[in-house]
């Protein structure tokens, strides 16, 4: 039905104006005649131009959805999260204990504050008995951070990033030492597991790494999260002094997990 007062002069541009017209498909309507540059131009339909542009608008949100998505595949895979852990949440986690609840409150605190921590480089230090969710959290936090922002978060071991760089060594290598040292590096959070787990005195080669790692880190602000089955007070041996310094920077959050291990009990 045509409009009784499209037609109004104040709803008109300039040197415009209105003429009674027939859409096929949604019958009579004031079609608007406007100028520019002293040619005339003749507006169709409005019912069929809204219909086209909430069209559009679809459109553009499909392809939004698509390519966020896409988005975060790249930064799911580039994660390096093993495929035990991949799909390990806040909630898949069982807190049954006092201890095992303030290390889960913890965890996702750390998680919904990331903002404020990645901005003071502040990092975190999941420490204790192993088989008690040390992995499980650490892999919590760095899926929530990204399902919920635009950072990325990498998880590796230690024992691969070692294996990784010595690789770098053969002539037939495609991967470049300061390449990989760059993935873990330029991450919002990198997580690295198995600290110390050999229970060995680490060698010069494996403390020269987890320096450059943490100390690269600590120039650019950037927090990471260290896995350990390690005490606080036995983690600078495995580290180096050096690397704990740094990660004392801006007062690190130390979570301690010292309850029995949880492997193979049901609902873990």
Request: charged residues 25%.
């Amino acid at each position: 039905m045509r409009s009784e007062q499209s037609g109004e002069p104040h709803d008109l541009p300039q040197g415009a104006r209105i003429q009674p017209s027939e859409c096929p498909t949604h019958g009579a309507y004031d079609q608007k005649i406007i100028m520019i540059l002293d040619r005339e131009m003749r507006l169709g339909c409005p019912e069929c131009a809204r219909i086209q542009r909430e069209e559009q608008e679809e459109r553009d949100r499909q392809s939004e959805a698509y390519m966020l998505r896409i988005a975060m595949e790249r930064k799911l895979g580039a994660a390096l999260i093993p495929k035990r852990f991949a799909g390990k949440t806040f909630e898949s986690y069982r807190a049954e204990s006092p201890a095992q609840v303030k290390a889960l409150a913890k965890c996702k605190a750390y998680a919904s504050e990331f903002r404020t921590h990645a901005k003071a480089g502040r990092c975190m230090l999941l420490l204790g008995q192993p088989g008690t969710g040390k992995t499980h959290l650490a892999v919590s936090i760095a899926n929530e951070i990204m399902h919920t922002s635009s950072n990325t978060a990498v998880y590796r071991t230690i024992g691969s990033v070692l294996q990784s760089i010595r690789a770098t060594y053969a002539t037939y290598s495609e991967q470049t030492e300061a390449g990989i040292y760059a993935s873990l590096i330029e991450p919002s959070l990198l997580i690295l597991d198995e600290i110390g787990a050999s229970k060995e005195k680490p060698s010069d080669f494996e403390l020269v790494t987890l320096f450059n790692i943490i100390n690269g880190r600590y120039e650019q602000e950037l927090p990471t999260v260290i896995v350990s089955n390690l005490s606080a007070k036995e983690l600078p041996g495995a580290i180096g002094e050096r690397c704990a310094d740094r990660l004392r920077e801006g007062g690190p959050i130390v979570v301690l997990f010292n309850w029995e291990s949880q492997r193979g009990k049901e609902g873990f």
